[in-house]
């Protein structure tokens, strides 16, 4: 009897030992798995994130060259990839050179034919104006024969010295014509010469500025940098190689990668806390590893809509970007953390360890075996933490969550569970 009492008992305290031992290690892993953090003291920062795009603050646009409308559109054959660094002289854009070309061969075709045909009026010129010049020698000895002639005829009748005054007149009258007829052939003839040289003039200055077009469908780069290419209004997509182009279009944009700015857009709440000159963090979005620091260059006057069909109303923010880096480039989307103030020497907690009842604070302060439900006081909070103006002291680990989430849980669990 006795033996089987003593059997009863060493199972039952075997049963609690393997109860205990459960209990404590399911307690111990319940404990690993919560996340706590550490109550410290140092410099609070009050801080804003906004998600902005890079930019350069100084950009050159390479437009469309301005061509004269015989040559037609402008159709693209070449063009740099969107993004692609450039060094200066490198091509950038070739545009269809078949009209410009044909312009060229028409131009010359022009020209040489008008050469010709000048030589020609020349030579004929020449030709007629010997011969004019001939007849008038011809009109002028016979002017001199008749006038010798009206000299000597001192003894001759009344009708023959009448005669031979009206010859005499009649050849100073031939004279006369004859001259005026070589001076006013010569007159036509400049005349001719100005108009056929002026089109060959015409022809000449079409053919240089075919040359000059011609150039121009060869479009290079003057400074190095990242080609960005502009979006075709047309087809809502970036321009590539067959888009018609139109004289002037900005096509092409070269920034100056040594001076960056990033524009973010503050909403109309926390607009008024910005300023001028603030520190700011700036990390890529594709480089989340890399931080880089600016300033607030600029802030607006004038609010703007957030998004084309948006009725929020935001203020464009521009951060200067102190460094300079190869993966700081035109487009990219970064996250800035615009510093607005700092407290020195406070005690702050993580924003998931604080939780609130009506309008109260409290905390889950770790402690031997358990958790202490801590009442506190908070002050300022930012996107990551909150001051402690009371309750706890620097090197308290507390809670980041609620430790017994699961077994509320589950409380409220059961009644439902009864119900069913």
């Known amino acids: 009897m006795k033996r089987n009492e003593s059997m009863g008992k060493a199972k039952y305290l075997l049963s609690l030992g393997l109860i205990l031992a459960l209990s404590t290690a399911c307690g111990k892993k319940e404990t690993e798995q919560v996340p706590v953090g550490t109550v410290q003291r ?19 646009n390479i437009n469309v060259p301005m061509i004269s409308w015989r040559y037609g559109n402008l159709k693209i054959t070449e063009l740099v990839k969107d993004g692609q660094e450039v060094k200066a002289g490198d091509t950038l854009i070739v545009f269809d050179p078949s009209e410009v070309q044909k312009g060229i061969v028409e131009a010359e075709g022009r020209v040489e034919i008008n050469r010709a045909e000048l030589e020609k009026i020349l030579a004929q010129q020449q030709s007629d104006l010997e011969e004019l010049k ?7 000895i016979s002017q001199e024969i008749s006038k010798i002639q009206f000299e000597s005829a001192a003894y001759e009748s009344e009708i023959k010295k009448k005669e031979i005054r009206l010859t005499l007149e009649k050849a100073d009258i031939s004279l006369e014509r004859a001259k005026e007829q070589i001076e006013n052939r010569i007159k036509i003839q400049k005349e001719e010469v100005k108009q056929k040289k002026l089109s060959i003039a015409q022809d000449e200055a079409r053919l240089q500025e075919a040359y000059e ?28 190689i067959g888009d018609q182009c139109w004289p002037g279009f900005p096509l092409i944009q070269l920034p100056d990668l040594s001076r960056l700015k990033a524009t973010v857009k503050i909403n109309e709440v926390d ?3 910005i300023t001028k000159g603030m520190r700011v963090e700036i990390k890529p979005d594709a480089f989340s590893d ?23 109303k935001v203020f464009p923010v521009e951060v200067l970007i102190h460094e300079s880096n ?3 480039l035109p487009g990219l989307t970064v996250s800035c953390r615009i510093i607005v103030d700092k407290i020195d020497d406070v005690l702050f907690v993580p924003l998931d360890a604080v939780h609130t009842e009506g309008d109260k604070s409290f905390v889950y302060r770790k402690a031997v075996g358990g958790y202490d439900r801590v009442m506190v006081e908070t002050g300022q909070a930012n996107a990551d933490y909150v001051i402690i103006t009371d309750g706890l002291k620097e090197g308290d680990q507390v809670v980041l969550g609620n430790p017994y989430a699961e077994e509320e849980d589950e409380k409220k669990e059961k009644p439902l569970a009864h119900e069913q």
């Not at 121009?216 to 590539?240: C, D, R």
């Not at 890399?290 to 929020?312: C, H, P, Q, W, Y």
């Open 42 to 60: 140092g410099v609070f920062y009050l801080d804003l994130y906004e998600e902005g795009e890079i930019e350069a603050i100084r950009s050159m």
């Open 134 to 140: 001939a007849d008038y020698e011809v009109t002028r």
């Open 213 to 240: 077009t011609l150039e121009k469908l060869y479009v290079t780069t003057p400074s190095p940098g990242i080609a960005i290419l502009s979006h075709n209004w047309s087809t809502g997509n970036k321009f590539q």
């Open 271 to 273: 607009i008024s806390k």
């Open 290 to 312: 890399s931080i880089f620091t600016g300033e607030v260059m600029s802030v607006a006057n004038l609010a703007v809509s957030k998004d084309e069909n948006s009725k929020i």
């Open 326 to 328: 190869e993966n700081l």
